[in-house]
């Protein structure tokens, strides 16, 4: 099997199976690509388009051709020395519905059903009402209307002897023990008889195999006709549209081991651990043995037959224990790797974590995993191609147009107290009520309330500048101490100070004190419950707050605004480029690399187009007075202001800019028509994760309606003025965004670390958020249009196609597949550049063993293209520019990957005009490679 040296990341669904990627993996081999990167391929909710919400994790999802499809992708991947990594969801489980058997019969059992103790429940509700209940939010509307209105009804499994209730897709299993009230309400003597045994489960010590047999005979006396239709009459007693209906039925369900309650109902009273605040993803508890063992059944078997070849753990920060987790995952991943068969053991078996790092933060070392999916370099790219000179004006307008805050830091913490006090109320009381717990059980702490823990918990984690801490037995990491400290100091600034004492007691009880200083007992397992439900709050804290409503409230420059990025940081130099490559050589030299994936925000090429505004602002600021000028006549005027307001007009300007399609013209009207579904696809997003004029729980029909008729006049009206002078400027915009686009995906592929390449961005990516970056990628005209040995002139000179990117991918991948340990484990060497340009060219070499490769990329380029309608910067603009390379390449001819000169270093440096005379981006490596090599 080859190394791993670069992923294709593809999203399965039923529409995309497992054989639809076996018919392209010759393709995939040809573009250089080592491994396939797997969305979740377990069972999940049936119709999925994600794999996130399994519902079954003991085998492949059927949709996608099962485990004999995965074996077929496997066997064509070995044909050409390719392995496979697959997607995990540790976290959590789809709940609701009616397919996950797991939580059907906790449902059904309650704390008595073994697969209670799978999911993140709280039994002990404060709430009287949820005492030993579970709360079940998925009515469309409050419970007693729901009755009432007959949309909650009694159903007969007849097959398998059981009693459920139905509400549209959801159903709610009866408990067995309250089967006999049922029974009771027909003549028929049997099954009156049978209701007496249900009665007696009551008390029976082992009921849960005493109903299983209950049932079976129920089931083989529902065979008789009549005694069938005589229990369905029996059902209809409990239709709910009458009172006499509605007390039987509603007497019945209050004796169940669940309440059902209005989805409205989950952000207050919610006493189970949701994925952020989505009702139908349950969280797990896989810090527990049996836990973690069931749910990870099939993926071991997978790795011990050798079909997988490495793991990408989904939204590590929701699990209680991240480094346990990661550590006993590893342990086990080791072993298996030593029994595979023969021809699949490999040296090692990489496992990667979907963790968001903020600025100063590192993943931890001690965790066993290789790195993570790359959201940290997306950023650090997206940085290097802003220019430092946009922001002051680029603020100006956003606040001049908006009258909104350009302080995104800001916005982030009015979002973060929106969302603990809103969708994330109910954990965030669950939090609040552990610490009451830890601090009744101290005698100098039990005064204080719970208004107070309240009060400087909320500031505390609105505060907070990190996704999460890691508190393990001896109290916080060093690590993360700052980024703690950092919270409390800002509390401090917005808390009154008369609660300031409780920061110290918050900062002690979440990790300042170790718990080996607490006696063992009930103190020391509140005090553990209460940091592990913190940190479990504060990641969906800041996911709801920053990538879910900050991130569509402010707009400086979208291009800012993605997973992973922190808005308020603009632009990093060189120098810090440089010193994260570095950093990430020494520690995480296998750390995944990506520039899209399946949750951006923006596809990699809209993010790069509109980077390109950072050193335009002033041209920019001027375009959007005009076209808001033209645009008055499709602003409407409701009662709670324009329509749609001026902060969702830049929005829609932005959005328009990054992502008109560079073959769309003013005049088509078919594919405007397209291209105005997308677009209001996203508006309707964005103006509902705002949460300013709409929201997703309460949709404002007259705003989103007059924000819907602005874009589809815009796009699609008579008056084509504004069109076209928006689809103009995109255009002009467009050469200079493609050169950020190669530049990026070429920083990608050789700065240390493996490329992850994301489903279609072989081509031009100018996706939105989801579910637009995951739209069907026609992958047969990727495949007929691949030529590895057209010329760079020729695919420059048709750029708008896209197949400059996808053979500028393909020649660099097959150079990493060729020199695996150049560029996985090669030094990584800034490159000074000097002369008048020297601003505008970012240069680094990699080198192992005397092995050497030089990476020339543009950045801020948008003035040295002078309006040239192609991605390429003249060779004379360059000037003197030269950049300074090692004194051990001193006469070595180096070879230039993307030409087929040769270029030999001299004292007085590389001349930058002689190298980027063809494409403004350009690789040079020690002689000894052809790009067939990694084909023989």
Same mark, same amino acid.
């Given at each position: 099997?080859?190394p791993?040296t670069?992923t294709l990341?593809?999203q399965?669904h ?5 054989d *639809? ?5 010759d393709?995939?081999?040809a573009l ?5 990167y797997?969305s ?8 999925s ?6 519902i ?6 059927p949709?996608?051709g ?6 077929r ?7 050409r020395?390719?392995?496979?990594i697959?997607?995990?969801?540790s976290?959590?489980?789809a709940v ?8 059907l019969?906790?449902?059904e059992w ?6 209670a103790?799978f999911?993140?429940?709280e039994?002990?509700s ?5 005492e ?5 939010? #998925?009515?469309g509307?409050?419970?007693?209307e729901?009755?009432q209105?007959g949309?909650?009804?009694? @159903?007969?499994?007849v097959e398998n002897g059981a009693?459920?209730?139905?509400h549209?897709e959801h @159903?709610?299993?009866?408990t067995p023990?309250s089967?006999?009230?049922v ?5 028929h003597?049997?099954?009156r008889?049978l209701a007496q045994?249900? *009665? ?8 849960y195999?005493?109903a299983?047999r209950?049932r079976?005979d ?7 006709a009549?005694t069938?239709?005589?229990l369905?009459?029996a059902?209809?007693?409990?239709d709910a549209?009458n009172?006499?209906g ?6 019945l369900l209050?004796?169940q081991?669940y309440?059902?309650a209005s ?9 189970w651990?949701r ?21 990870h059944?099939?993926? #071991? ?9 490495g793991?990408r753990? *989904?939204?590590?920060d929701?699990?209680a ?6 550590r006993?995952?590893?342990?086990r991943v080791?072993?298996?790797?030593a =029994?595979?068969?023969p ?13 968001i ?7 931890h070392?001690?965790w066993?995993v290789?790195?993570t999916?790359g959201?940290e ?5 997206s940085?290097?191609?802003?220019d430092?000179a ?9 606040s001049?147009?908006s009258?909104?805050p350009?302080?995104f830091?800001?916005?982030a913490r009015?979002a973060r ?5 809103g969708?994330?109320a109910?954990?965030f009381?669950a939090v609040a009520q ?5 601090a009744r059980g101290d ?9 107070q823990i309240?009060?400087?918990?909320l500031e ?5 500048p990190?996704y999460r ?6 109290g ?10 950092q ?6 600034t917005?808390?009154g100070e ?13 990790g ?7 006696p063992?007992?009930p103190q020391?397992k509140?005090r553990?419950y209460?940091c592990?439900?913190?940190q479990q709050?504060t ?13 569509y409230?402010s707009a400086?420059l979208?291009s800012?605004n993605?997973v992973?990025f922190?808005p308020?940081?603009f632009?990093?130099s060189?120098?810090d480029?440089?010193a994260?490559c570095m950093?990430?050589?020494?520690h ?5 690399l990506?520039? =899209?994936?399946?949750d951006?925000k923006?596809g990699?090429?809209t ?12 041209w #920019?600021a001027?375009k959007v ?6 645009a ?6 409701l009662? /709670?202001?324009l329509a749609p ?6 929005l ?5 800019l990054g992502?008109?399609?560079?073959e769309l ?7 405007l ?8 696809q996203w ?5 509902r994760e705002a949460?300013?004029?709409s929201?997703?729980a309460?949709?404002n029909e007259a705003?989103?309606g007059?924000c819907?008729q ?12 504004l069109?076209?002078a928006?689809a103009a400027?995109a255009?002009?915009l467009?050469p ?11 920083l990608r592929m ?6 992850d390449l994301?489903q279609?961005?072989d081509?031009? *990516?100018?996706?939105l ?6 739209r ?6 990727r495949?007929?249009s691949?030529d590895?040995?057209a010329s760079?002139?020729?695919?420059? =000179?048709?750029?708008?196609d ?6 500028l991918i393909?020649r660099?991948l097959n150079? @990493?597949l060729?020199?695996?340990?150049l560029?996985t484990g090669g030094?990584?060497q ?7 340009q020297a601003k ?7 080198e192992? /063993? ?9 950045r801020l380029?948008s003035a040295l293209l002078?309006g040239s309608p192609?991605p390429?910067?003249a060779a004379d603009r360059?000037?003197?520019?030269r950049v ?7 006469g ?14 001299q ?5 930058v005009?002689?190298?980027? /005379?063809?494409l ?7 002689t000894g490679w052809?790009?067939g090599?990694?084909?023989?």
């Open positions: 099997m080859k791993l670069a990341r593809l399965f039923r529409d995309f199976t497992l *639809d990627a076996t018919a392209l993996v393709y995939f081999a250089g690509i080592s491994h396939l797997a979740p391929l377990l069972t999940a909710r049936p119709g388009m994600h794999g996130y919400d399994v079954d994790p003991t085998r492949i999802n949709e996608l099962g485990e004999a499809a995965l074996r992708l496997v066997d064509a991947l070995r044909a020395g390719m392995g496979l697959l997607d995990i969801v976290n959590h489980m609701g519905g009616a397919g996950n058997p797991w939580w019969d906790v449902l309650g704390k008595r059903s073994p697969y103790q999911y993140d429940i039994w002990n404060p709430d009287p009402l949820l030993g209940q579970l709360l079940v939010p #998925f009515l509307s409050d419970y007693g729901a009755l209105q949309n909650v009804v009694l @159903r007969l499994d009693l459920y209730a139905e549209y @159903r709610f299993p009866l023990p089967y006999g009230e029974l009771r309400q027909t003549e003597p049997q099954l008889a045994h249900f *009665d007696a489960l009551k008390t029976e010590p082992a009921p195999l005493a299983q209950l079976a129920l089931a083989q006396q529902l065979e008789d009549d069938r239709q005589q369905e009459q059902l209809s007693r409990y549209t009172a006499e509605f007390q039987r039925l509603h007497a209050e004796r081991h309440r059902l989805w409205r109902t989950a952000a207050d009273d919610i006493n651990r994925f952020f605040d989505i009702n139908e993803l349950g969280g797990l508890r896989v810090e527990r043995p049996v836990v973690f063992e069931q749910t059944a099939k993926v #071991f078997q997978l790795l011990a037959d050798g079909l997988v070849d793991l753990i *989904d939204h590590i929701g699990l224990d991240p480094r346990g987790y990661c006993r995952l590893r342990r080791d072993r298996l790797n =029994a595979r068969p021809e699949a053991v490999q040296d090692h078996v990489p496992i990667y974590v979907e963790k790092l903020a600025a100063g933060e590192h993943l070392d001690d066993g290789d790195g999916t959201y370099f997306m950023n650090q790219v940085l290097l191609q802003h430092p946009g922001q002051a004006p680029l603020c100006a307008l956003w001049d147009t009258g909104r350009a302080d830091l800001e916005e009015q107290q929106l969302v603990l006090t969708p994330l109910g954990d009381e552990a610490l009451l717990q830890v005698v100098m702490t039990r005064d204080i309330t719970l208004g309240r009060r400087a918990l505390l984690i609105v505060h907070f990190v801490t890691y508190i393990a037995a001896p916080r990491r060093a690590a993360d101490e700052p980024f703690f400290q919270a409390l100091e800002g509390a401090r917005t808390l008369s609660d300031w004492p409780l920061l110290e007691h918050l900062q002690r009880w979440l300042g004190e170790s718990l080996r200083d607490l063992p007992g020391r509140l553990r209460a592990a439900r913190f709050l990641s969906p804290a800041a996911a709801k707050a920053v990538e879910d409503t900050a991130c409230r400086v979208l800012r993605d992973g922190d308020q940081r632009s990093a060189p120098a480029f440089h994260e950093q990430r050589a020494e995480l030299p296998h750390n995944l990506t520039t =899209a994936t399946h951006h923006r990699e090429d993010r790069a187009r509109i980077a390109v505004l950072s050193e335009r602002a002033h #920019f001027g007075q005009e076209w808001r000028a033209l008055a006549d499709l602003l409407q005027t009662d /709670d202001g307001s001026p902060a969702d007009e830049l829609l300007i932005q959005t328009l992502s008109w399609p560079l013209r003013a005049d088509d009207r078919e594919g028509s397209g291209y105005c579904e997308r677009i209001l508006q309707r997003k964005a103006v949460k300013l004029r929201t997703w309460a949709p705003y989103e007059a819907q602005y874009v589809e006049r815009l796009l699609l009206g008579d008056d084509a003025r069109r076209q928006i400027a255009l002009e467009a200079a965004g493609a050169l950020n686009s190669l530049a990026q995906t070429l050789t700065t240390p670390g493996v490329p994301y279609g961005a081509y031009w *990516d100018f996706s958020v989801d579910p637009d970056n995951r069907p990628v026609d992958f047969a005209a495949r007929a691949f590895p040995d760079s002139a020729e695919l420059l =000179a048709a750029w708008h896209g197949r400059i990117k996808q053979w393909a660099t150079l @990493r060729a020199r695996p340990q560029f030094r990584y800034p490159l000074a550049v000097e002369g008048a505008h060219l970012l240069a680094f070499a990699r192992a /063993d005397g092995d050497w490769l030089v990476v020339l990329v543009p380029s002078d192609l390429r910067i360059w000037g003197d520019t300074v390379l090692p004194e051990a390449l001193d070595r001819p180096l070879q230039r990957l993307f030409s087929s000169t040769a270029v030999t270093f004292r007085a440096g590389l001349s005009a002689q190298v980027l /005379d063809e403004s981006v350009e690789v040079l490596h020690t052809s790009s090599e990694s084909e023989q």
